[in-house]
């Protein structure tokens, strides 16, 4: 059976060219490791190998690999109607599926809620709808001069050429900089960043005001505010007060920006409350959901937008209209797969769930942090993070060269666990079956990582 997944890696790097890899790497720094099915929180190799998926592919796994109930909504539908275009034509999943996400996406009071919401196919096209739908919306009212976005600092919205544009990670942006359209940024309120005796509500405060300044600037060219709420997950997971969001929203109101959340990595109850816009008690004009929304299935994206903003494109010019489109907006399959997850989080009560599998996080994560290269250790609900420095002081990063990441990644799938840190910061974001014997193995194997790592 080794036989056959070494027969996978030979095929696979002679065709396939992979996402996010410098392919000089493979075969021999990083072994390719096919995949041949998923059980629960488990990834099972061809010769029969177990990893445990601690990162949720991606983050897109909610439930367990292969969930069954998922996975039979999606064969239902398919045996009935597997695509139709979206443009003239409707189906019900893709009403139902609108129906229920506006019944349940966060509300703020005083404000109308959300009400309309337009498919894509993928995180990064959901977020150039929300960016062209907030130029698009002020252009309609002739507001010509509002043609800017704010971001923050270390955001990441994808990659695409416009969310590349809002996204503020080198790594990813810099060779494509000459292609970008200019986009203006506002300091991450990261609460890793706060000055000593600082407080994480001080330093989000601390960027606020950054961002008030900016928006002022500005005055009347910025059409929105693009914001991880909470966490800034390819940044890092870095976290940051609920508070900032408030101010946020404050800010937008008062400059006549929309605020877009994108909730891309942080939707679907992965820090603790179903949208992490809650835990601030803010509704966004626009709200960018993917990854989560289908389970884990299939790719998917909703765009939520307010009455405000769909009513901007109501007019009997055509080109007044979104006439975005991506062929398989609304797929049936995949809206059926997100109505089977929506039904879980009922079914299971999930999100009571998570928070005692939260808990269990926090506790076995605990005697991690007095690592001697731990200098932090955070958690929102089901992600919790660690940071690794040379003197577990936020003052001594290592240095990129030495690749710690790269090196805790393979030490940690040595033993059965799928880690993929980001830089320096090894994270678990499990599928939410996760159980108390998997955490023990996730919490032994990850000091384990760090220890080789950094030997
Ligand atoms: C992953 C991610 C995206 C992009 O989604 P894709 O489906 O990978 O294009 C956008 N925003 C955030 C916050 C993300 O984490």
Redesign the pocket.
């Known amino acids: 059976m080794l036989a056959e997944a070494d027969a996978w890696r030979a095929r696979d790097l002679s065709v396939v060219w992979h996402p996010c890899t410098q392919m000089r790497e493979h075969p021999h720094t990083l072994p390719l490791v096919p995949i041949a099915r998923g059980d629960g929180a488990w990834l099972i190799g061809h010769d029969g190998t177990r990893y445990l998926d601690a990162v949720s592919s991606w983050?897109t796994n909610l439930f367990g690999h292969a969930e069954p109930r998922i996975g039979a909504a999606i064969a239902t539908q398919a045996m009935a109607l597997e695509q139709v275009m979206l443009a003239g034509f409707t189906h019900a999943p893709a009403v139902e599926l609108a129906e229920r996400l506006l019944a349940i996406a966060p509300r703020q009071q005083g404000r109308t809620p959300l009400s309309k919401v337009f498919y894509a196919d993928?995180?990064?096209?959901g977020?150039e709808v929300a960016l062209k739908m907030a130029f698009h919306w002020f252009h309609n009212r002739g507001e010509h001069r509002r043609t800017k976005f704010i971001a923050l600092e270390n955001g990441?919205?994808?990659?695409t050429l416009g969310?590349l544009a809002v996204g503020d990670i080198p790594l990813y942006r810099r060779v494509y900089a000459p292609l970008l359209t200019e986009a203006l940024f506002a300091p991450s309120p990261d609460a890793y960043l706060a000055q000593p005796g600082e407080s994480a509500a001080d330093c989000a405060a601390r960027a606020a005001e950054a961002l008030a300044t900016l928006l002022d600037q500005h005055a009347g060219e910025v059409c929105a505010v693009i914001v991880?709420p909470r966490v800034q997950?390819?940044g890092g997971m870095r976290m940051h007060h609920p508070d900032y969001l408030v101010r946020v929203r404050e800010l937008c109101d008062a400059s006549g920006a929309f605020l877009i959340a994108?909730e891309?990595?942080v939707g679907f109850g992965r820090t603790g409350t179903l949208f992490a816009s809650e835990q601030s008690g803010v509704m966004p004009d626009l709200l960018?959901l993917?990854?989560g929304l289908t389970g884990g299935f299939l790719?998917l994206?909703a765009v939520l937008a307010t009455e405000t903003i769909y009513d901007g494109f109501l007019d009997d010019a055509r080109e007044r209209a979104f006439l975005h489109s991506h062929s398989y907006t609304g797929n049936p399959l995949a809206c059926a797969a997100a109505l089977a997850s929506l039904d879980i989080f009922r079914a299971d009560y999930v999100l009571a769930r998570n928070r005692a599998t939260a808990r269990a996080m926090a506790a076995l994560a605990e005697p991690l942090a007095a690592h001697r290269h731990v200098a932090d250790v955070r958690q929102a609900g089901m992600m919790l993070a660690f940071e690794l420095t040379r003197d577990g002081d936020k003052a001594t990063p290592f240095p990129s060269a030495s690749r710690i990441g790269l090196k805790a990644y393979r030490a940690a799938l040595s033993r059965g666990v799928v880690l993929r840190p980001l830089g320096d910061v090894l994270y678990w974001m499990p599928p939410y079956c996760v159980d108390e014997e998997q955490l023990q193995m996730l919490a032994d194997v990850t000091r384990a990582a760090i220890d080789e790592a950094t030997a």
Not at 156 to 159: C, K, L, R
């Open positions: 983050w993928n995180g990064s096209a977020v990441y919205h994808g990659e969310a991880e997950c390819a994108d891309i990595a960018c993917s990854k790719p994206a």
